[in-house]
């Protein structure tokens, strides 16, 4: 009854038309006349136009929507930058249903109604210039936000029906319209949600979709790295605890100014826990219906990730949170998980596999068995029994060749990122292997026949992480499996010296990762996508044996404020990865409205 109201009391000028039919003004131009063709066009762009008058031409325009060819391109963009998501529905209702007898007729003209459609999928460019400055952005405030992105939908849905081949043109479109990483947190939310959105009824161009966010989402993820994202933290909390002493010394300063000021974080790791967050939500309402957990839907989610996985995620050297989507996804169910870790076991032990992949591939079979609190121990020792095996069939192949075995990554690459797999996983699921029964889970470890590992003449100790060999070490030597340091020792003897140059002056190092490696499931540093990974995530525990280590490593290594393995034997922060826990600050709300949600909410999708 309001719009109806408001067309009532509208101002009459506005409706008044100039010029002719929309079929005559056509004629005309098809024969020369331009004059009524360009009034025709400088009505439609007036800024004021009213609904009655959008309804009028779009019906008129529908009656002749075959004469609308290639020359009148002009006219057709003047039409489809009409404001119609933002009008009555009955201009809603008339506007697609132009647009749906506009790509059934004349179909050179789809990919501009595409365009026109995904280009709603953002908030509106909102223009504004403080003192010479622009510092315009998008509309994060529009509370039409909601309505207008399920009105393009609407128009999507309809197009795809009325021409099935759109998904070969719809997929650059998507890619060509992706907001700049530079852009908003909420920009990219809306943007991503959306396509997401398109693949609920548009499942055909899903996996291409879900490509195209992560590929978005690791340029992101790898353009930061740890260490900033763990100092602006840092420096955040520094700050506010001086801030809250200032506050502490005014009775009168409300408690919210305070408490604001936690909240800040790296902006680029801000885009991606929002960009992480939307996803992981979309992931479960794909998996789950109702509640109940959809095994067929999630098997197919699970494909489709796990081919993005192989062609973007695997080759990608030191992300460290994308592929948090996978951890996630295989908690649902032990089915996914065994899945995940069967398909890393194929690339590692495949030989026509690039060694690149297959090193990298070890590296997730490791960081997943160690840091995924949901795989059952029976599930772990099967893995731990694949590794060994591999790890000492690889050994007596060496053994029979001719070639003289010394320890080169350049040859045994696949081996070293198996023992390190091997040594990491033990560290961290030692416990759980004894807890049950310290007899039985000694002999399974002895079973193993580390010390032939460690002794070999492939000298994998030299080409571990430290950290990792010196806790491995460690944790050997109490339970008198193997005897490591002897190793060690001698390692760190012959270990050659790199000669740097920093700030001019050279400094001797030695190469702490040979190996170049990387644990792709270390902690997880996103706070509001990292609530949903908490409660999956095995953090390091540190070990109260402190006779765990010699002497000298003891005295080193007591710091209470250290959650890695060591502390002054291991190497440099940003040469090693960290073992701390995820710290995880802001709270996620359960979804409540499809479209658009307030800013920081996750949204659900309607499937």
Known sequence: MEEDRDFRNSDPLKTVRFGGTVAETLEKHRQGDFGDYELLQHQLADPDIKDAQIISWLQEFRSCV??????????????????????????????????????????????ACLKMVVSHFTPKRVIVVEEGVDISDSDDEDDNLPRIFDRSHDALQLIIRYVPSTSRFLLPILQDNFPFVQKSSRTLECYVHNLLRVTVYAPFVRRDVLELIVGRMLKLDVSVSRADLEGAEEGVQEQSTEEERLFDMDEDAPAEQTSAMKVTVHPVGERLDTLMTVLMAYIKDVCYVNGSFHVDRSKELFRDLLSIFDKLILPTHASSHVQFTLFYLCSFRLGLTEAFLDHLWRILQNPSQPVVLRQSAAAYLGSFLARAKFIPMLTVRACLDLLVSWIHGYMDSQDRSDRQVCCDISLHGPFYASCQALFYTL?????????????????????????????????????????????????????QIVFCYTILERNSRHALPVVQSSSGRDHVSTNTNPLDSFFPFDPYLLKRSGLMIEPLYQVWEELADTELFPTETKQQGSKEDEDDFLCEETPPAELILGMTPSSCGSDICSPSSVGSPPPGRPWPFRL
């Open 66 to 111: 075959t004469w609308l060819k290639k020359d009148h391109e002009q006219l057709i963009h003047t039409i489809l930058k009409l404001p119609w998501v933002s009008r009555s529905q009955a201009v809603v209702d008339e506007y697609l249903a132009f647009l749906g007898n506009l790509v059934s007729a004349q179909t050179v003209y789809l990919c």
């Open 427 to 479: 560290v961290f699921r030692h416990r759980a292997i004894l807890e049950t029964s310290m007899k039985k889970g000694l002999e399974y470890l002895q079973s193993m026949n580390l010390e032939r590992v460690v002794m070999s003449q492939l000298n994998p100790l030299k080409v571990c992480l430290p950290s990792v060999a010196l806790m491995f070490a460690a944790i050997t030597r109490k339970y």
